[in-house]
């Protein structure tokens, strides 16, 4: 990417069921929900959205292997969209179990996300 517009970085938890791709999800969707980009067309090659690049980087804390990369991508509605993992996030207690809610122990998945916008 040669030119870089902004960056948002995002936190997403899943705090019962233990699922990596729901956590990523949320990561992603907490660092863009807050964004409004209505200039940017007029300085993307061909003024369209489809020349735009989306660079995403999860830091996972576990189960890369589970992720779900089209579930995140889906959660970015334009451009060329690239997902990068690497180790972080957290792992931390709830204090319960709860099998109602597909607990396997009692952890919660803690991701952490950068979303960088340009072309």
Do not use: W
């Not at 990596?20 to 907490?30: E, F």
Request: glycine share 10%; proline share 4%.
């Amino acid at each position: 990417m040669d030119n870089l517009f902004f960056i948002e970085i995002g936190m997403g938890c899943d705090l019962h069921g233990q699922n990596i791709t729901k956590a990523s999800v949320r990561a992603v969707q907490n660092a863009i929900h807050h964004n409004s980009m209505p200039g940017l067309r007029s300085v993307l090659p061909g003024g369209t959205l489809d020349n735009m690049k989306v660079r995403v980087k999860l830091a996972l804390p576990c189960d890369k292997a589970l992720l779900d990369v089209e579930q995140v991508k889906a959660v970015l509605p334009y451009g060329q969209v690239s997902v990068e993992l690497v180790d972080g996030g957290m792992l931390t207690t709830s204090g319960v179990v709860l099998p109602d809610k597909d607990d396997k122990n009692d952890l919660i998945y803690v991701v952490i996300a950068s979303v960088e916008v340009g072309y």
